[in-house]
């Protein structure tokens, strides 16, 4: 499964679900996903996304304070992560800062966040969840294969 897409702010705090079906049992699953930009290095940009944010979020008689401190959360990043789940349930998060990631699965190992077991066949979905989209377009990039189809694709 190749999937490539793209994301704005209005996308934050929304999930994309792509199920995939495995039509026989694998010795294991590679999941390779990018995106970008990583930052949005707009620091006046940064300001205002901060100040909406602030006076959503933080408490008023906290505000004032809150923005005295903006500084330190720049530059502002995007955000999206990754879950799987097979034809049981549940197989694991990762919630890595990462732009850039890869991650296996089999019956022996699995990727930190993930759980080890058989890849059987059935559906699949892996789920990424854009928890932040500062930048005003985040394309993305999702690449899942089985073992039998090569380490490297």
Known sequence: MEI?????????????????ELR????????????SPKTLEDREE???LMERSIALYVA???QARALENVDRYYPLKNLITISVDDGRGYRGACHR????????????????????????????????SLHAIVTA??????????????ENR
């Open 4 to 20: 490539m897409g793209e994301a704005g702010p209005d996308d934050a705090r929304t999930h994309r679900r792509y199920p995939f």
């Open 24 to 35: 026989e049992p694998s010795d294991g699953l590679h999941i390779r996903f990018a995106y």
């Open 46 to 48: 940064s300001r205002l």
């Open 60 to 62: 008023p008689d906290q």
């Open 97 to 128: 800062h990462d732009a850039e990631q890869r991650l296996f699965l089999s019956e022996e190992e699995a990727s930190p966040g993930l759980t080890r077991g058989p890849v059987e066949p059935g559906r699949w979905c892996v789920t990424l």
């Open 137 to 150: 377009s985040c394309s993305y990039r999702l690449e899942v294969w089985t073992a039998e189809e090569g």
